[in-house]
């Protein structure tokens, strides 16, 4: 076949593979063949020292010390039985002390009937018997009486002698119980009544009960291929024996507070890792446990695993239920947001760190399980590295982020058409930010900026401190814009900054009980990197908060319950997921931390935008006492210059509803009258209409401090 050099393509001659090209034998020299090398195997059956020198496929170590992970678990596993059958038998301790002197009891009956026929000579009892008897068929006898009176004789010596033996060994022992020390006492008494109550039991007598440690999963290769088989992942053979198994690459074996096991699913099956994350439930069914307790994972190529094989762990009990941890933020002076943030732990007590630094956050779920706490944990990190400008929206305008109007440069409360209004302006503010800060960055020198984004150095040399742009009960702000063109607009908006923001250190913290495509847009969400979520009802609301297909992985936040309160399921990746109990960050932990993080701010100059002209704060760092319902209609009108009073009075309601439910005009303007509140008019008028209603300037001449 010819044509097969296609020309000359600059400088070089380009070949064509796709057609064979035949080279003439002549071309090359021929190569004379080598003889076969020799191998010289050790398992040869004519080498006599095979069955020594052939290292058997057998791991040196056993199943549970063969990494140091496995025998610290294996041994923390075996303190904690010991120490529960301590528990177990000490409190029975008066139980077997009570039945150690009925075993001694009895043993000593018995002891005293064994020996009876010693002390009381009963072998020349016999011997008498026997000669009286004769006696009485031979009276006449002579010889016969001697032998009788003889008999006698030896018996009551032999009797005397015995029972005074025994006399005087009880007389000592006595005697030596009586004058021997405690501790020797308690030595003695036990080997008095150790062979008494050995000798007092009975076939079926057992002096401890038998506990048995609560274990609900008791698990076993053979258990967990029934489970596999149930659950149609193994074929079934003609007995379960004949049928094909899992090969364990690790276990069954006790870690921590439950059982771990590594195993390969049989190549012919047609079956893979993914299969088995998805009969999560049915596993755990056959398994006899919730699936909550069942933690399973695949094993990647990294760690040595393939397509086929599947990490499991399967919990004695519910790992969630415990009391939550405090979170290590509250005792910590400073933090910086380069480090992963602390978070929690998952079912095996592992710590979960969360990165935020070039991250995008989404939090969803079911209301009143926990999901503002743990999004506050995230934002609270922030609020002890003095680096960090925070900007905060909470559409739900209650208590939970109030205190953040000491640290916030933009602080947006409720869901009122002046708070969406604020919300606009903080966006395009956020905006302009982001493109002027990439500006400055696409004007650095590489060796300045070699990626092109945030580093420690430009982050303080260039005053460009990370933002935290964080948003709680998002699906509020939506529903309160009605016109659809707005909508888009705002969440565009939103979308660009999750987007782009994390170059420029801007770090997006959404939040939403509602994840539906309504509430929160898949163009939104499906640009978060890292999401949590809460209990939710079904697998469809727990995919559209984690993503899609992720609940066939096994991330699925559905199977959590209403007990599971600070529970999430954390997504960090696209096949990186755990169910984590979250740290505890009480609210006056978190408002402490909003104190503290503001005097590290004014102590570096970041102290700025709203925070810096805070009134109520600064009033209350100089000493002055603010009345609370100063200080609450000042948080409702944060938007708006003047208000309606029954505008206000909803507002005041909505944010403290047990304390202003019941409040009306008449009582409002009585209460803000003795705190202090000189009313310039008792009349607004907003978009031409008057109306009754409050200035806010004459709620803030009310404030002691002003400057």
């Not at 010991?82 to 009895?106: D, E, M, N, Q």
């Not at 699913?265 to 446990?289: C, S, W």
């Not at 606009?424 to 990439?438: D, G, I, P």
């Not at 801007?506 to 994840?515: E, T, V």
Request: include cysteine; glycine fraction near 8%.
């Amino acid at each position: 076949m010819t044509d097969t050099i296609v020309g000359p393509v600059n400088g070089h001659t380009i070949v064509n593979l796709l057609k064979p090209l035949t080279i003439p034998e002549q071309a090359f020299p021929a190569i004379p063949e080598e003889p076969p090398a020799v191998v010289e195997a050790v398992d040869r059956p004519d080498n006599p020292l095979a069955d020594w020198l052939t290292v058997p496929d057998v791991p040196v170590l056993p199943a549970w010390a063969r990494t140091p992970a496995l025998l610290k678990a294996n041994t923390v596993a075996l303190g904690r039985l010991c120490w529960w059958h301590t528990r177990f038998h000490g409190i029975r301790v008066p139980k077997y002390a009570v039945k150690t002197v009925w075993l001694a009891s009895r043993g000593f009956y018995r002891a005293t009937v064994g020996l009876w026929p010693t002390l009381s000579a009963q072998d020349h009892t016999a011997a008498v018997k026997a000669l009286k008897a004769q006696a009485k068929l031979k009276p006449e006898d002579v010889d016969l009486a001697v032998r009788l009176q003889m008999a006698h004789a030896a018996r009551t010596q032999t009797r005397r002698w015995r029972f005074g033996a025994a006399a005087v060994g009880v007389a000592a022992a006595a005697l030596g119980f009586y004058l021997a020390p405690p501790l020797l006492l308690t030595g003695m008494t036990g080997a008095v009544v150790t062979p008494l109550a050995y000798l007092g039991r009975g076939d079926k007598t057992q002096l401890l009960d038998h506990g048995v440690p609560p274990l609900r999963v008791d698990m076993s290769a053979q258990q967990l291929n029934d489970a596999l088989r149930a659950a149609g992942l193994l074929k079934s053979g003609k007995g379960d024996e004949d049928g094909p198994k899992v090969t364990c690459i690790m276990g069954p074996v006790r870690d921590g507070r439950g059982w771990a096991v590594v195993f390969d699913l049989p190549k012919g099956g047609g079956k893979t890792a993914a299969d088995v994350l998805a009969k999560r439930t049915t596993l755990a069914a056959e398994l006899g446990v919730d699936e909550i307790q069942v933690v399973m994972s695949r094993v990647r190529a990294a760690q040595g695993g393939n397509a086929s094989r599947v990490s499991m762990w399967v919990a004695d009990d519910d790992p969630y239920l415990a009391d939550p941890i405090p979170s290590p933020l509250v005792k910590l002076d400073r933090f910086s947001v380069w480090e992963p943030v602390p978070f929690g732990q998952d079912a095996r007590g592992n710590r979960v760190a969360v990165p935020v630094v070039w991250q995008s956050m989404f939090f969803g779920g079911l209301p009143r399980r926990g999901k503002t706490f743990t999004q506050r944990l995230l934002t609270a990190a922030g609020l002890l590295d003095p680096w960090v400008r925070h900007y905060v929206a909470d559409f739900k305008g209650g208590q939970d982020w109030m205190q953040m109007r000491q640290v916030a440069h933009r602080l947006v409360l409720g869901a009122e058409d002046d708070a969406i209004e604020a919300f606009k302006a903080m966006l395009q503010e956020l905006l302009a930010e982001m493109e002027r800060r990439f500006a400055i960055l696409r004007e650095l020198p590489t060796s300045v900026c070699p990626e092109g984004k945030l580093t420690p150095y430009i982050v303080e040399k260039y005053k460009m401190p990370f933002v935290f742009f964080t948003v709680d009960e998002l699906q509020e702000c939506f529903i309160a814009i009605g016109d659809e063109k707005e909508r888009k607009a705002v969440i565009d908006d939103m979308a660009r900054i999750a987007r782009r923001g994390p170059a420029a250190g801007f770090i997006s913290n959404y939040a939403s009980q509602r994840p539906d495509a309504e509430s929160v847009p898949t163009k939104l969400r499906e640009i978060i990197t890292i999401r949590a979520c809460t209990q939710v009802t079904d697998q469809t609301s727990s995919d559209m908060v984690l993503g899609k297909g992720k609940a066939s992985m096994g991330a699925d936040a559905s199977v959590l319950s209403e007990d599971h309160k600070g529970v999430v399921v954390l997504v960090t990746g696209p096949a990186s997921f755990a169910t984590v109990k979250n740290d505890l960050l009480t609210t006056a932990e978190f408002n402490a931390m909003c104190a503290k993080g503001r005097a590290m701010r004014k102590e570096i100059g970041q102290l700025t935008g709203d925070a810096a002209g805070d009134l109520l704060t600064g009033a209350e760092e100089q000493g002055f006492r603010v009345p609370a319902i100063i200080s609450d209609v000042l948080e409702v009108m944060k938007h708006s210059p003047r208000m309606y009073t029954r505008d206000l009075l909803d507002r005041l309601s909505n944010m403290d509803e047990d304390t202003y439910g019941d409040y009306d005009a008449d009582r409002l303007a009585k209460e803000l009258d003795q705190a202090g509140v000189k009313r310039t008019s008792k009349q607004v008028k907003i978009d031409g209409v008057n109306g009754a209603g409050y200035q806010r300037r004459d709620i803030e001449g009310a404030v002691p401090f002003t400057g």
